[in-house]
Structure formats: C-alpha cells, structure tokens
C-alpha cells in the first residue's frame, strides 16, 4: 500500500531480506528496502501512486475507525473492492504514529504525508469521506456508526495507551515512550537533561533512548528485565542505540520511582532477576529478593 514508508520502517534485514535467495548466490541480499523507498519517490513524481478505483460503486459503505497503517491499508482494500469509505480518526493528519513519532532519521514526517496523499490522490471524493478529530466513544459508539447507515466498521484502532510502572500518579518527569517521541520530533531543538532512563526493550523503548541521546542527555540508561537476546527490539535498532553509547541495564526488572519533595522524579527502583524455566518455552525473568 505505501511501498517508501514499508522500505523505510519495516525490518529488511530480519525478515524478507534474511530469507532471500541472493545471499547465498551472490554478495548479499537484494536491497528490498532501498528498492521500495526508491521506487516509492519515481512513483510520486510521475503520478504512478494514485490508487485507481472501479468505475461503478458497490452502494456499500464502510466505516474505518483509526487512519494508521492498519486503517490505511483497510481502507485501500474497500475501496479497490468499490466501496464507499469513511475514514475515522482522532487526529487530523492521516498516518497515525507513522508522521508522529517513528523518528525522522528514519522516515521523516513530510515523506510520509507525501506518499499517503499520493495514494488518495485520484480517489473521487463521493468514495472517500476523511473525518478527522474525531474519536470512538461514549459519544460516538460502533452502534451509533451503524445506525448512520454504515453496512461495516472496521477497527484499526492500534495500542496508543502506555503502561504505568506503579498504581499511583506518576511523579513529575516520566513520560509514555509515544509522547516523548512524539515531543522530540515536533521539537527538534529540545534540551533532555543530563540523565535520562527508560524502561522496556521494544523498538519504541529504543528509539526513546537514542532521542534522548542525540538531544543532549550525557548517559541514557535502557533498563529491561530480561536478557539482551530476549530484547524485542530488531537488532539493528540496538546495534544503533549501542552506537550511541545508550547504557544497557539488563535482567533489571523496575518496581518504582524516587522523587525528591517536590514530586520531581529523582531515580527508578528495582530489582534484578534471573531467567528461568517457563511453560512458554521462553525463559521468565524472576526477581532476585533483596537485590
């Protein structure tokens, strides 16, 4: 659906890059990725991208709720289908995280909205119907979508909510990954501090703490309670984050926070642990007591 955004985010070099045939026959394997960004631009500028659409429509309409890469690329499906589409979504520039907060080393904002305008370029506008600052809830229900008329919903409403390390009110400090991401790039000149942590092993918890590090902060410390194997994050984003000098703390399992009387975050708790046996077959971090 949007070949120069799937070339710039998706992970090549573990997935059909890995499995591909020229790196046994030749000198590695053939550049996916690089061929997909490339042609994605020569696409744009001849006018190749637009999405054509069956000249009679099916009279069927369809509601998409989330304009991401999943509600994108639903929306690309119904209408090549002949459906009239609605699409969804509480922000007002389509993309989702992809325009937000993927860091603009990797795909910058303006590339994205290129090629995703690009696309609907051509799509008559009786087909295609943007509602945008608009959210799904207690005011604006699935039933209350069909009752519109809509003969489907389509959910791509993505997983936006982050995680709390503790049941209480976060001190003042921490921030979710996403909005921390989303800030630095709305904010290219933004100062970190000195001393910056961040928990996970994710590919978000990565490009957090090389954010960080290229805006300023001395020592990033990525803390993740299990091995460095078992990191979620492809390996060439922690090849990156490693490049940058980001301090690993692994099988380091977080519990808290410190904060100084003023409520400001001053360190993180934890624990360290160890792996055991699991019935997943993938080894558990156990916390060590006292440690």
């Known amino acids: 659906v949007l070949p120069g955004i799937c070339g710039a985010v998706c992970p090549v070099e573990v997935q059909c890059q890995s499995a591909c045939i020229q790196r046994l026959l030749g000198a590695g394997a053939v550049p996916i990725g690089e061929l ?10 001849h006018g190749w991208a637009g999405l054509k659409v069956p000249a009679v429509s099916t009279g069927l309409k369809v509601a998409v709720v989330g304009a991401g890469p999943g509600g994108l690329a639903a929306a690309v499906g119904l209408l090549k289908a002949g459906h009239v589409v609605t699409v969804i979504d509480r922000g007002n520039v389509p993309g989702g995280k992809l325009g937000s907060i993927i860091p603009a080393t990797r795909l910058s904002p303006a590339d994205a909205k290129a090629e995703i305008e690009a696309v609907w370029a051509d799509v008559p506008a009786d087909r295609l119907t943007w509602r945008q600052n608009t959210a799904l809830g207690p005011k ?15 959910l791509a409403l993505g997983l936006g909510n982050g995680v709390s390390l503790t049941s209480v009110c976060r001190p003042e400090g921490v921030m979710d990954g996403d909005a921390f991401l989303r800030h630095t790039n709305q904010n290219p000149r ?24 290229r805006h300023g902060a001395q020592d990033v410390y990525l803390l993740y309670r299990r091995s460095y194997e078992q990191m979620p994050s492809w390996p060439n984003e922690r090849d990156e984050a490693l490049h940058e000098g980001v301090h690993l703390m692994l099988l380091c399992q977080p519990t808290g926070y410190k904060t100084d009387d003023g409520g ?25 007591p006292g440690s």
Do not use: Y
């Open 36 to 45: 997909q960004r490339r042609l994605s631009v020569k696409a744009i500028a």
């Open 140 to 154: 604006l229900t699935v039933d209350d979508l069909l009752g519109e008329g809509f003969n489907a919903v389509v």
């Open 190 to 213: 933004h100062k970190c501090p000195p001393r910056v942590a961040v928990i996970g092993g994710g590919n978000t918890a990565i490009d957090a703490a090389v954010a960080a590090k």
């Open 264 to 288: 400001r975050v001053t360190g993180i708790k934890a624990l360290r642990t160890q792996l055991v046996a699991a019935e997943s077959g993938r080894r558990a971090p156990k916390p060590i």
